[in-house]
């Protein structure tokens, strides 16, 4: 008699069928209870008047209408509330019947049996509370999948390391509750299911990578030890993905004491924000704050001044490319994103705690209500070691006292007098019971014409100068720009605040170009940040949310040393993740930057770590080769292919505008031919993004999608994307179109790294096409290497 055992893939179907069930299960539950709180909610709403009590005779009446409304009301919330998380469980449960797990590990402990886990997105408990069908990704058990080949193997818990021989991995592609590959794998995670998920089309919102993860990002996501992680990864490494993927597993690992609103990300612009939105929900997780260091600037300085942006700076400074003005602005730039200026900054902070910080002063109507040197006096008058977070909020009490007491000197002024007759009755309504409400009238009678009076008069006075006491509640009697400006208008001051005592070059040119900007009501990008930092630190820091417990920078090799520092004195308790790439950085304030240097050299090297990613996932080897031949050889050591082949590189040299037009345009259609769904036109600057769609709308058959993407856009279009090579960062296409790499557009050592970043944006296929001569940092344009 012979067995027909089972095979694997049987044992597993059935495995997977049991899962089912127990979700089945759940969804039912929780379906019941979705549809029972739908029609709590729906009843609750419809009937919500005909079960308040609505009675205004009488003021112990409408106290009880009052009441019920609020009754009411709350259990519409709670029931509301009950709804929202019955329908994210269905949502989620949805998410496991398509896929409950994509990966099993046996593992046997020490001395003990060996033990079958089931890793997936989220993880699934039996009705029992204790069988484990599926552990979450983010369980400390489920490193073991990443982390090990079989054989020995172990893995962190929160109190120590666990131990023991990894007998199997196995991993699953499984959708919509049906198994469709099943294989085991002796690598970390296998190259198999990587290569099927690399060779995906691109969408145009990034994808979660649980599934396969490399050991290397493993050890970022679930990094705990270090206060400051610099992460250094090629282009396409996954540097993005990782601080997503750890992100999820902060808010898994510290699900008692960490919230997404304490968690920010800064982007590098707008259209990366919409780019990576999708990623946390996906996981099961609500989004973290995102914003962009632009955003940061404005809320500062937004208000009352025309704040340039890096985009702006990068276009004005190409545009004035080679003449001296261009060279000066240039070296302006550097120096103020130096660490240099960082530290001449910081020297003057010390010494405005003596002397010398400027401030508005308060005005009415060309009548003074504290004077700049009242203002200074009792700034001054608090003790300098206070701080000067404790002074700001004394002299800002001080100063309302202040206002409130010119408000009762107004009194008897004729404008007051005047303003009060031309008040409406509506007012003069409120005031009447204002001052009945107080009990200001005698025998409630309306008959106290003075008392109305003063009321009305106070009530404009003080409306008057709310705009006054808005102000001042915000710290704007601090002029931190002519405080700023001091620092350039006396050369011993500033000889006496840097760290050398030495005057950068160009200092003069500093000052003029500060002193007419700001007479323009302009502030340049490279005084921007310096001026928030000033700004700021005057206020000690005091409106910066203390609650920030982890701060994530990408592309962070695009911001300078001084902003790098300013980002750790903002948020000085909070752990930061700064991931990058220095060969794509590729703005003039942060090229001299020596890597990552503005992050780590102002940490203890006990609490930082510098992390590397050398793989590139995003690209075939064709196109890593081809970058890789872009930068310097010094540069390009570190970056490998995963074995991924497509079509090699192309370039296509073209006489005029025209030519490059109809050949771009033709391979357009050819690439919408063979399926690809998300296509960039990668043009230079914005005006010749501009340029490139107009031409190619002209060329293309009306039915071909194509958008001009521009600074403000948050959302990137499905089809053909025109846009600007700073906007292209961190996001990626099926195929990259780079429009005019000629030696005119790129032609400068300082381009090198723009073009590596815009080539860099492909997936599977990369046209390069130039007018007239081929930029001498691409491969085959016969220029030097
Ligand atoms: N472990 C992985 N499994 C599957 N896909 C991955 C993995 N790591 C990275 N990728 C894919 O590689 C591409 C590049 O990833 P990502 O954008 O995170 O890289 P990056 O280092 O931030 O790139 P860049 O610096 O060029 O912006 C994405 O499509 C991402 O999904």
């Not at 109507?365 to 040197?373: F, G, S, V, W, Y």
């Not at 050889?633 to 970056?639: G, H, W, Y």
Request: proline content about 4%; aromatic content about 10%.
């Amino acid at each position: 008699m012979s067995y027909n055992f089972p095979s694997p893939r049987e044992e597993e179907e059935k495995r997977l069928l049991v899962v089912l069930e127990q979700v089945g299960k759940r969804m039912r539950k929780e379906m019941a209870l979705l549809g029972e709180r739908r029609g709590d909610v729906v009843g609750i709403r419809q009937e919500f008047w005909d079960d308040v009590r609505m009675n205004f005779s009488d003021s112990s009446e409408v106290a009880e209408t009052w009441t019920s409304i609020v009754q009411q009301a709350e259990v519409l919330a709670e029931r509301e509330r009950s709804h929202r998380m019955a329908s994210e469980a269905v949502e989620k449960l949805t998410k496991q019947f398509d896929t409950p797990y994509f990966a099993r590990i046996d593992f046997a402990e020490e001395g003990g049996e060996a033990e079958r886990i089931y890793i997936g997105r989220a993880s699934l408990v039996g009705e029992d509370g204790e069988t484990f069908y599926v552990y979450d990704w983010r369980a400390p058990v489920s490193s073991l999948f990443y982390d090990h080949e079989p054989g020995p193997a172990m893995y962190r818990v929160p109190d120590g390391r666990i131990e023991g021989e990894l007998e199997l991995k196995r991993q699953f592609v499984i959708r919509a509750g049906q198994m469709k590959h099943m294989f085991d794998t002796s690598e970390t995670v296998g190259d198999e299911i990587l290569q099927a998920v690399l060779s995906e089309g691109s969408d145009t919102a990034m994808k979660s990578i649980v599934a396969t993860i490399q050991k290397e990002q493993n050890g970022i996501i679930r990094d705990e030890r270090h206060k400051l992680l610099v992460v250094q990864g090629a282009a396409g490494s996954g540097k993005t993905s990782a601080a997503l993927q750890r992100i999820a597993y902060l808010l898994y690992r510290f699900r008692e004491t960490l919230t997404p609103e304490q968690i920010i990300l800064f982007s590098p612009n707008p259209v990366f924000k919409g780019y990576i939105s999708r990623v946390l929900p996906d996981l099961g997780e609500a989004n973290m704050r995102q914003m962009t260091f632009r955003e940061l600037i404005e809320a500062r300085l937004g208000r009352r001044f025309e704040v340039e942006d890096l985009f702006s700076q990068t276009e004005a400074l190409d545009a004035s490319d080679g003449a001296p003005e261009g060279e000066a602005r240039e070296q302006a730039v550097k120096y103020k994103g130096s660490e240099h200026f960082f530290l001449t900054t910081e020297n003057y902070l010390k010494r405005l705690k003596q002397e010398g910080v400027r401030f508005r002063t308060l005005r009415f109507r060309d009548k003074t209500i504290a004077a700049e040197e009242d203002i200074s006096q009792q700034f001054y008058a608090v003790q300098a070691s206070d701080g000067f977070a404790t002074r700001a909020a004394y002299v800002k009490r001080w100063l309302l006292e202040r206002l409130k007491a010119w408000v009762d000197s107004q009194m008897g002024e004729a404008w007051l007098e005047e303003a009060a007759e031309l008040v409406d009755q509506e007012d003069i309504q409120r005031a009447y019971v204002d001052v009945r409400r107080s009990g200001g009238f005698h025998d409630e009678v309306f008959d106290d014409e003075e008392q109305m009076s003063l009321r009305l008069k106070r009530k404009v006075a003080e409306e008057a100068i709310a705009p006054i006491v808005k102000a001042v509640r915000s710290y704007r009697f601090i002029d931190a720009v002519a405080t700023y400006r001091m620092l350039f208008e006396s050369r011993p001051l500033f000889a006496y605040c840097a760290p050398d005592g030495k005057l950068p070059k160009g200092w003069e040119w500093m000052n003029l170009r500060l002193e007419e900007s700001l007479s323009r009501k302009r502030i340049d990008h490279e005084d921007a940040t310096p001026l928030m930092y000033l700004s700021e630190a005057l206020e000690g820091f005091r409106r910066v949310e203390g609650s920030i417990q982890h701060v994530f920078v990408d592309e962070a090799q695009d911001y300078s040393p001084f902003q790098a520092a300013f980002l750790r004195r903002r948020y000085p308790r909070a752990r930061m993740t700064v991931l990058g790439d220095f060969n794509q950085a590729i703005y003039v304030q942060s090229q001299d930057s020596g890597g990552f240097g503005g992050w780590t050299r102002l940490m203890d090297a006990g609490v930082s770590s510098v992390l590397r990613l050398t793989t590139s996932y995003r690209s075939t080897e064709e196109i890593v080769a081809y970058t890789k031949r872009i930068l310097l050889p010094e540069d390009a050591a570190n970056i490998a292919p995963f074995h991924r082949s497509g079509e090699k590189p192309t370039l296509a040299v073209c006489e005029d505008g025209g030519e490059l037009g109809e050949r771009m345009a033709a391979d357009i259609a050819q690439l919408l031919g063979r399926g690809y769904g998300t296509i960039g036109v990668i043009a230079k600057t914005a005006r010749d993004s501009g340029d490139a769609a107009a031409l190619l709308k002209e060329i293309l058959a009306e039915d071909i999608p194509l958008t001009l993407v521009t600074g403000g856009a948050a959302e990137l279009p499905k089809g053909v994307s025109v846009l600007p090579s700073y906007l292209a960062k961190g996001i990626e296409f099926d195929a990259v179109l780079v429009w005019d790499a000629s030696s005119r557009r790129y032609g400068q050592e300082k381009d090198r790294k723009l073009l590596y970043t815009v080539c860099t944006r492909a997936l599977h296929v990369l046209h390069v096409y130039s007018i007239g001569e081929a930029s001498p940092w691409l491969p085959g344009s016969g220029g030097p290497r």
